[in-house]
């Protein structure tokens, strides 16, 4: 349903089609909706005119469906037990705890960078 609405990025991201790229009325003024409750409830801190400009320009932030992670019974039940496992296991990997570390330091750094420009 309503699948239209959205793509996948090469990088394995979904996000909301801009809404200019749809073509049913209907289903235009659902996703125009979305977007607006979605990002004013991502984005509190945010005015209405922040996020407009977010939406013109044709931001990722504002345009990635929100997801997030299942927990392992639904990991396990949607990809078998031995993909949960292999998914869990791979948190143990020296590397991509690395990697993971440096994302969310990359990540502090960045936010930090954001609101001294404010």
């Not at 699948?3 to 996703?31: M, Q």
């Not at 909706?33 to 209405?48: G, S």
């Not at 020296?94 to 001294?116: C, H, I, L, W």
Request: aromatic share 10%.
């Amino acid at each position: 349903m309503y699948e239209n609405l959205y793509e996948e990025t090469a990088d394995g991201d979904l996000l909301f089609k801009n809404v200019n790229r749809i073509s049913d009325p209907a289903e235009r003024e659902l996703l125009e909706y979305a977007l607006q409750e979605i990002n004013r409830n991502r984005f509190p801190d945010k005015t209405q005119e922040e996020l407009d400009l977010m939406k013109a320009n044709g931001s990722v932030e504002y345009y990635r469906v929100p997801l997030a992670l299942g927990g392992s019974d639904s990991v396990a039940s949607t990809s078998g037990l031995l993909s949960m496992l292999r998914a869990k296991l791979s948190y143990l990997n020296p590397k991509t705890a690395f990697e993971r570390a440096q994302k969310k330091v990359e990540g502090v750094f960045n936010a930090a960078y954001e609101s001294e420009e404010d």
